[in-house]
């Protein structure tokens, strides 16, 4: 390999590699028919368009001007193993590096190696920055402006005036109707910025909050260790149904195979679907297309889908429990299925499927199927056109977020791919706008919202109270990681325990590339970004040793377990109090070896958590004021996202949300705007709180330290602090 390829010989170990790469991927004489891989794996491999062993690619970069060159040249030995990406040697270098964006020329051997799988360990970002910037406030706050009051008329009609459709007027005159108007374009504000990265997130709704939700012992299996386990008969009738649907929507027509096709492979992705109890309520097969193989320009161009935030999704619960609306759950069944494609698509036949005689034909998709890169968006479109059908409006702010605001009328839609969150001021509207959508699309009426993305949702009407808790998530993850029985412990962090600047011996390196440390720091992430701000920090401090993490990290993320285990009947409450929108913004200055800043904030509403954040300062900062004054600024921005977002589902905009901090000093140069040896430095970015504070958008004002409810985000604490932040974020026992 190496003497065709004109490679030096020191690159011997990338030829084995791909030698043995490639020998797994053939036939032999021990797997006659099959090939060592397909027997491990039950995949088929793909070698058409395998790129040749030292062909000249192109890595593309980013350019220092635009008069630079955007890519520079390399030779291709072979695929890394680790993650999605390509081993690439620089001839000027002299060295190999992982690269991901790699053009290969067209030639006699094939083009880019598009239809070979390479395996991956997950691309899961666990940085404390995906952590969605929000947090909440005390109870017992500083006597100062007076928060943004709640509203408790009917929210306002949306600014964009439109007519309003037959189903509207039907409704304002209280007679219900399964009809509606022709369909209208879908608007084309949607752009390129991607909201799944990759077909496995696009499985459920579930899997692309998070991938750990699913990933759960037992409840995911392969298709080859589901056929040989004890619920063969049952993944099989779920195998079965999914295909019976996929036939009847007219997906596909089985074809010959044509000459020179991108053809991608296929793989059935189940999973066992789980109540509000825990309890396996239906075995769930889905026919995923393997959509890393399609040829971006060829088999689809845009992939934007959005979905609501989860900080959206609580403040319309909250709004929703202090207003007493309903709030219902549907789900749209085979939703993907719905979208035309306009590209032609092949598709192998599903393993364990293939048509008797045919089994060398395959599929030509007529319509979306999950994990296609475009059947996200599809979908989004089409559900779009529903909603504009009937008359609802998009925000501007969400997304996710539909919305309907009349006098007599109010309809708010959550959506999370397939599944939505209805709320509306009366249950004779809720019923009329179930029919309307079943007429459009198949849908399973959930009834009252009990069960979302993994969150258990408790309601008191009489209270006017909705509480949201994962108890059932944080026993699987318990279950996964054999720690159902262990001790419970009563913070998530311990303060004297150092984490940074540790150096680890061979012996450890190799202890902790047994141990499963992503997937639990992973597991955990998702409890903190849903219902458990009190474990935010302790997260996000853990996520930033992902990439050579030591014993005590292990530790200490089983520490953060030992936590939720012991604290797993905690929910996140809305409706405790009438308070409106408050912000908490506080920082740690330097304490870590790192000597940047730790900086937190949260927003309350209704004495509850909407967002909140826990995340380390991009610069390092000369004094404790100056960690202050960056941490309020930043939590300005989501202020005015929050602000925006609140306006547009309430009939009153605040004047002004009070935002709290801990500094005086930092409060006197946000407020004044005082130049000096000390502050002169700071950069421009940071000074963009001065003007939302001239401009009445937000109040800025002091709370002493031992009330300061985000401190909780920005420094391990002892348990009496911890056990009183968390209550005042609205974490209360069951």
């Not at 930043?634 to 901090?661: K, N, Q, V």
Request: hydrophobic letters at 40%; glycine letters at 6%; a neutral charge.
């Amino acid at each position: 390999m190496l003497f065709n390829t004109g490679l030096p010989k020191t690159l011997w170990g990338e030829a084995i590699t791909h030698a043995a790469w490639l020998r797994n991927r053939t036939t032999t004489r021990n797997t006659p028919g099959s090939t060592p891989h397909e027997r491990v794996t039950g995949v088929k491999p793909n070698l058409a368009n395998l790129p040749r062993f030292g062909c000249t690619v192109w890595v593309c970069h980013n350019a220092a001007s635009k008069l630079d060159p955007k890519s520079r040249e390399g030779r291709w030995v072979g695929f890394a193993a680790r993650s999605k990406g390509h081993r690439i040697y620089s001839p000027t270098t002299h060295s190999v590096s992982i690269e991901r964006d790699v053009r290969f020329p067209v030639d006699a051997s094939g083009s880019a190696p598009m239809d070979v799988h390479v395996p991956s360990e997950g691309e899961h970002s666990l940085s404390s920055q995906n952590v969605p910037a929000p947090v909440l406030t005390p109870i017992l706050a500083p006597a100062a402006p007076e928060p943004a009051t709640m509203p408790t008329t009917e929210p306002r009609r949306s600014q964009r005036i439109r007519k309003p459709t037959q189903w509207v007027k039907d409704l304002q005159a209280g007679e219900g109707t399964a009809g509606g108007r022709g369909a209208q374009k879908v608007p084309e504000s949607v752009t390129e910025r991607a909201t799944y990265a990759d077909a496995a997130k696009e499985l459920d709704s579930e899997d692309e909050t998070f991938h750990a939700l699913a990933a759960m012992n037992g409840d995911e299996p392969t298709y080859r260790e589901a056929m040989a386990g004890p619920e063969s008969e049952d993944w099989r009738v779920a195998m079965e149904e999914e295909l019976a649907k996929i036939e009847a929507m007219g997906t596909y027509e089985l074809v010959e195979k044509p000459k020179g096709a991108n053809v991608v492979g296929c793989v059935w992705v189940l999973r066992k679907k789980r109540d509000e109890n825990n309890e396996v309520a239906k075995f769930k097969a889905r026919l995923c297309a393997q959509g890393f193989s399609q040829v971006h320009g060829v088999d689809y161009d845009q992939t934007a889908a959005p979905t609501a935030r989860l900080a959206s999704l609580r403040l319309v619960l909250a709004l929703a429990a202090a207003n007493d609306w309903e709030v219902h759950q549907i789900d749209f069944k085979n939703a993907y299925l719905n979208g035309d494609l306009d590209e032609t698509i092949y598709m192998r036949q599903p393993p364990g499927f293939e048509v008797p005689g045919r089994e060398d034909w395959i599929w030509r998709l007529l319509k979306a199927l999950y994990g296609l890169k475009q059947a996200g968006r599809l979908w989004y479109q089409k559900i779009c056109e529903l909603f504009d059908e009937i008359g609802l409006s998009r925000s501007c702010h969400d997304f996710g977020v539909f919305f309907l605001f009349l006098p007599g009328i109010i309809i708010i839609i959550v959506i999370h791919v397939d599944d939505c969150t209805l709320v509306t001021n009366t249950k004779r509207i809720m019923d009329d706008l179930k029919k309307q959508l079943g007429a459009r699309f198949e849908i399973v009426d959930l009834g009252e919202a009990r069960w979302l993305l993994g969150f258990e949702i408790h309601r008191n009407r009489a209270t006017r109270t909705i509480s949201l808790s994962q108890a059932s998530y944080i026993d699987t993850v318990l279950d996964r990681f054999h720690m159902t029985d262990a001790y419970t412990l009563t913070i998530p962090m311990d303060p004297h325990v150092t984490l940074h600047g540790l150096e680890l011996t061979d012996d450890e390196r190799r202890e902790m590339a047994r141990k499963p440390y992503a997937r639990l720091v992973g597991s955990l992430m998702y409890a903190a970004i849903g219902t458990r701000p009190d474990i935010a920090f302790a997260v996000s401090t853990l996520a930033q040793f992902m990439a050579n993490p030591a014993p005590v990290h292990w530790e200490a993320a089983k520490r953060v377990l030992r936590y939720l285990k012991g604290t797993r009947d905690l929910r996140l409450t809305f409706g405790l109090s009438t308070d409106g929108l408050t912000g908490y913004s506080d920082a740690d200055w330097a304490s870590q070896p790192h000597r940047h800043s730790i900086s937190g904030h949260v927003f309350l509403f209704t004495s509850g958590a909407i967002t909140w954040s826990s995340r380390k300062q991009p610069i390092i900062a000369l004094s404790s004021t100056e960690a202050e004054y960056i941490a309020a600024s930043d939590t300005t921005r989501e202020l005015l996202w929050l602000r925006a977002l609140f306006a547009e589902l309430t009939s009153s905009s605040p004047a002004s949300i009070p935002l709290f901090s801990d500094n005086q000093s930092a409060i006197t140069i946000a407020k004044n705007g005082l130049l000096n040896a000390r502050t002169k430095h700071i950069d421009l970015r940071y000074h963009f709180i001065r003007e939302v504070l001239d401009s009445g958008r937000a109040t800025l004002d002091y709370c002493p330290t031992n009330d300061m409810v985000a401190d909780l985000l920005t420094k391990a604490l002892v348990r009496r602090k911890v056990d009183f932040l968390a209550g005042l974020m609205g974490l209360h026992p069951a």
